[in-house]
Nanobody, 120 residues
Framework: QVQLAESGGGLVQAGGSLRLSCATS????????IGWYRQAPGKVRELVAV???????KYSESVKGRFTISRDNAKNTVYLEMNSLKPEDSAVYYC??????????????WGQGTQVTVSS
């Protein structure tokens, strides 16, 4: 059973925008903070943003002011709105449950993610 599913990635020019979606189950959505993470070639996986069940958020310094994470309670979905994209944002983006606002992943299981490629 798929419990978290990322979508919305694609190829975009620098300065453009994308919105990623993380579809979750009811139980996951209602009980957990959800984080967006990314991993680029030659880089470690890093936290991009996290949102708690109480809508508290945290962002990495590199995306503050450009990305917005949000929860849609009606759809059990977490979004990552990415604006003013830069080539260095290119990576595979993953969502996962997180330990509150810390953004620390709760588990070690990761899905396929969704590829974001930003061209110069």
């Amino acid at each position: 059973q798929v419990q978290l599913a990322e979508s919305g990635g694609g190829l975009v020019q620098a300065g453009g925008s994308l919105r990623l979606s993380c579809a979750t189950s009811i139980s996951i959505f209602s009980e957990n903070a959800i984080g967006w993470y990314r991993q680029a070639p030659g880089k470690v996986r890093e936290l991009v943003a996290v949102v708690t069940t109480g809508d508290s958020t945290k962002y990495s310094e590199s995306v503050k002011g450009r990305f917005t994470i949000s929860r849609d309670n009606a759809k059990n979905t977490v979004y990552l709105e990415m604006n003013s994209l830069k080539p260095e944002d290119s990576a595979v983006y993953y969502c996962n449950t997180a330990i509150g606002r810390t953004g620390i992943p709760r588990g070690n299981s990761w899905g396929q993610g969704t590829q974001v490629t930003v061209s110069s």
